[in-house]
């Protein structure tokens, strides 16, 4: 269950280029390792941290616009 994005976002209309920073604060509703949310395929993802700043392996699915996430352990 999402409760709050925070999103930082930069436009530079000289290269076309977008590059954010988007915190998502979440409870989850069952015990979980994985984590999917949806990103428009016109974006790329360069990397995915926790809160401690450790990085959180994620796979891009075109098909479906979404992007998962691995975490290291199960959230309760």
Avoid: C, M
Wanted: net charge negative; charged share 20%; glycine share 4%.
């Amino acid at each position: 269950d999402v409760e709050h994005y925070s999103i930082e976002a930069e436009v530079n209309p000289r290269t076309q280029s977008l590059a954010a920073v988007v915190r998502v604060k979440f409870t989850p509703l069952e015990e979980t390792s994985l984590l999917q949310f949806e990103l428009n395929n016109g974006l790329n993802l360069a990397r995915v941290t926790d809160t401690g700043g450790r990085q959180v392996p994620a796979s891009r699915l075109q098909q479906d616009s979404s992007v998962r996430l691995s975490l290291p352990s199960v959230l309760p």
